[in-house]
């Protein structure tokens, strides 16, 4: 770490914010509930590359440079990965799973997985979903009542994610949406708010594990006397359980499915062990790796996906222009085609084009994670697409970061840097989806799985469920808007920081976001 110190000795000619502690930088004020106008503030003050102190003089940087970024997710690729704590802390908890394993292993996990979430089973999916829209659109139908009525939409948000996740990758229901959730569902729930009291812990993981074999960590965390971590192995233990439980489940469907020439469970996880059971390949996944897998993608598409299904209705019940717009798209497409809104397949809904523009735009402005990280594994040197200016006043046209440094990639300005967007990149505005891009977006190369943004990351650990969560905002959007008029609450919505921004009331003690929308049930 003193040598690390020494060779980032230069890094501190970047500009950043003013550290305001010795011993923790900036870290407390960017990592709390209440840091997101300070993270906006910082992310979009100092430019395309960011000194942020951390832990005793440790200097991390938040990148928004697309060259720098492409050079991150291209070329040096396998240079750049997780940090070993973030991994090891997957792996604890829920064995092992994409999170928790790097460079090979995680390319032969990817390639297993990455087939399931193609285009061509999500398709497949698409009726599920609708039947879950369904059932949100018929529960608030009944709580709304013949007038208007303010009501908590991101707990409903929160059921149908987790719902629409559930049944399309395990097969599995959480129960009906009016009273949704299992014990499964709670400790998923609880992985991340248990997670934020062990933070300071977190980074002693890896040598832990190392040290000590797993029944000795085990005795040893029902001596500490740390009830989070007790928790964290209650969680650990119930996602297991459960997890085990339903594979065994599956496995047993599936042979019976083959005994009677039956293809009829067509979730995809289903369809991977199906993929698995037949294979030769000495690579498939094993039993733990499958596990691993399903508490991963249950955990990794929920608070995601109602997060920015809660945005995009916000912004709706802001912006009436916008919803009479995406009204009239969705009646011209269903009643105006003599059709209903389940016929709506995949492409069609994908086809809809200012339905697709909300959810970009929205996406874009408001990605869930404003930044992620990365640690560079070695030395190395990125290009810059443009010079920063140092504290010294001198023009820096490339980037050394030594071995051990951390960089946050900086997805809130990415998707908003003005340079790029255009001098109108802070305002909400589904139209700039509708003409042709602006061309320095289109050469600035971002690197990128969806719409020239970085919401989604890039690169090998790109998200792997971006298609899945995109269809889903389209298809609960549908429905909400084709069912209801949305208008806002006299509430103010503040966002506030997990590991991702949640709407909460400004004022409320609540943990558990909160979004209240008036809401009137449309004519049918
Ligand atoms: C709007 C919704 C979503 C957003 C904004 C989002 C964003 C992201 C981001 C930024 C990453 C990279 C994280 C990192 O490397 O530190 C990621 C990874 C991942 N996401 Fe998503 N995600 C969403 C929905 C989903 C859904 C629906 C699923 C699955 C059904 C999913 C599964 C995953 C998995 C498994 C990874 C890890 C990939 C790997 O390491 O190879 N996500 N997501």
Redesign the pocket.
């Known amino acids: 770490q003193f040598q690390r110190r020494a060779k980032q000795r230069h890094l501190r000619n970047l500009p950043g914010p003013p550290s305001t502690s010795f011993l923790t930088g900036v870290a407390k004020d960017l990592h709390n509930p209440h840091a997101v106008p300070y993270r906006e503030h910082v992310l979009s003050s100092y430019g395309r590359v960011i000194k942020l102190q951390g832990f005793l003089g440790e200097i991390d940087i938040a990148l928004s440079d697309p060259v720098a970024l492409g050079a991150i997710f291209g070329k040096f690729r396998d240079v750049f990965e997780?940090p070993k704590w973030q991994s090891e802390t997957h792996r604890a908890v829920f064995g092992p799973n994409?999170?928790s394993v790097s460079g090979s292993e995680?390319h032969k996990q990817?390639k297993h997985l990455n087939p399931i979430f193609s285009a061509k089973y999500l398709r497949e999916a698409v009726s599920t979903q609708h039947g879950i829209a369904q059932e949100l659109t018929n529960v608030l139908k009944a709580e709304v009542g013949q007038s208007t009525s303010e009501v908590e939409l991101s707990e409903y948000f929160s059921r149908y994610s987790l719902e629409a996740?559930g049944r399309t990758?395990l097969g599995y229901t959480f129960g009906p949406l009016k009273k949704h959730g299992t014990d499964y569902s709670r400790a998923l729930k609880e992985f991340g708010p248990t997670l934020s009291h062990l933070h300071l812990w977190r980074p002693l993981l890896p040598w832990l594990r190392k040290t000590f074999p797993p029944a000795l960590l085990r005795f040893g965390v029902q001596l500490l006397p740390m009830k989070a971590l007790r928790h964290m192995q209650w969680i650990s233990d119930s996602v297991f359980a459960m997890s085990k439980r339903l594979l065994d489940e599956k496995m047993e469907n599936l042979r019976k499915d083959d005994l009677h020439g039956l293809r009829e469970n067509k979730d995809l996880m289903s369809v991977l062990l199906r993929e698995n059971m037949s294979t030769e390949d000495v690579d498939s996944l094993s039993e733990p790796e499958l596990l691993g897998q399903m508490s991963?993608?249950l955990l990794?598409?929920t608070d995601?996906?109602s997060s920015?299904i809660s945005r995009a209705t916000q912004l709706l019940s802001l912006h009436p222009d916008a919803q009479d717009k995406l009204r009239r798209e969705l009646i011209g497409a269903t009643t105006g085609a003599g059709r209903t809104l389940l016929d709506l397949d995949f492409d069609t809904l994908a086809g809809l084009p200012y339905l697709d523009a909300i959810v970009k735009e929205t996406?874009r402005l408001y990605?869930?994670?404003y930044l992620?990280?990365r640690i560079a594994q070695e030395d190395v040197v990125l290009p810059l697409g443009s010079p920063v200016t140092g504290i010294d006043g001198k023009q820096i046209h490339e980037l050394f970061l030594p071995a051990g440094t951390i960089v946050w990639p900086n997805v809130f300005w990415v998707n908003r840097d003005p340079e790029i967007w255009g001098a109108d990149s802070a305002e909400w505005k589904p139209e700039r989806w509708l003409g042709p891009l602006p061309e320095k977006l289109v050469e600035a190369h971002i690197p990128s799985v969806f719409a020239h943004t970085m919401?989604?990351?890039a690169g090998p650990?790109?998200?792997?469920?971006?298609n899945?969560?995109v269809t889903e905002m389209r298809i609960a959007l549908a429905h909400l808007i084709l069912s209801f008029e949305l208008t806002p609450s006299e509430k103010e919505i503040v966002w506030k920081l997990g590991g991702i921004v949640t709407p909460t009331v400004r004022g409320s003690t609540a943990r558990k976001p909160e979004l209240p929308v008036n809401v009137t049930v449309l004519p049918t």
Not at 461 to 466: F, T, V
């Open positions: 997780l994409l999170m995680h990817r996740v990758t991963l993608l990794a598409a995601t996906t920015s996406l990605p869930p994670f992620f990280i919401t989604f990351a650990r790109s998200c792997i469920g971006y899945l969560a």
